[in-house]
């Protein structure tokens, strides 16, 4: 074996590249269910929509002062965001859940949370889908009235 001279090393160390550090997202439970527990109380899906916004900013200024919420810097997009996400996700686990009868699953609070959340939010829904029938068959029936008047 031939001897390694100095020359043949590298003067110096080819530079590494770090990434930076990730931001901290939403990765503990105890978050979520601060979140969920938060919305719960306030209902902000249940807020009129030109306001919707406002709602959650407040939301998430609420959960920030909390001293159980660990992240210190946090936008009502963001909060309304993972809301969704977590909505999603839950409805999409409820689904396969269906399909596995008899099979015993493991509960948690959040799970529990995110039930009574889903509940609450198609009821929202539902209620809102009736107002608006109830406001167009209304037109309609003036709009009737109009067009037999003006015969």
């Given at each position: 074996?031939?001897?390694?001279?100095?020359?043949?090393?590298?003067?110096?160390?080819?530079?590494?590249?770090?990434?930076?550090?990730?931001?901290?997202?939403?990765?503990?439970?105890?978050?979520?269910?601060?979140?969920?527990?938060?919305?719960?109380?306030?209902?902000?899906?249940?807020?009129?929509?030109?306001?919707?916004?406002?709602?959650?900013?407040?939301?998430?200024?609420?959960?920030?002062?909390?001293?159980?919420?660990?992240?210190?810097?946090?936008?009502?997009?963001?909060?309304?965001?993972?809301?969704?996400?977590l909505d999603q996700t839950h409805r999409g686990t409820m689904k396969k859940?269906?399909?596995?009868?008899?099979?015993?699953?493991?509960?948690?609070?959040?799970?529990?949370?995110?039930?009574?959340?889903?509940?609450?939010?198609?009821?929202?829904?539902?209620?809102?889908?009736?107002?608006?029938?109830?406001?167009?068959?209304?037109?309609?029936?003036?709009?009737?009235?109009?067009?037999?008047?003006?015969?």
């Amino acid at each position: 074996m031939a001897a390694m001279t100095v020359a043949s090393k590298p003067a110096t160390e080819p530079p590494r590249l770090t990434a930076p550090p990730r931001r901290k997202n939403y990765n503990s439970e105890e978050d979520d269910v601060t979140l969920l527990r938060q919305v719960l109380l306030d209902r902000t899906f249940a807020k009129p929509r030109d306001k919707a916004m406002q709602h959650w900013d407040i939301l998430a200024a609420t959960l920030v002062a909390s001293p159980v919420f660990s992240r210190s810097k946090l936008s009502g997009k963001n909060t309304h965001s993972h809301m969704n996400q977590l909505d999603q996700t839950h409805r999409g686990t409820m689904k396969k859940a269906e399909l596995l009868s008899g099979v015993s699953e493991k509960v948690t609070e959040r799970d529990k949370l995110l039930d009574e959340l889903v509940e609450l939010h198609d009821d929202d829904r539902g209620s809102k889908n009736v107002r608006s029938k109830k406001n167009r068959r209304s037109a309609n029936e003036t709009r009737q009235r109009r067009l037999w008047l003006v015969e």
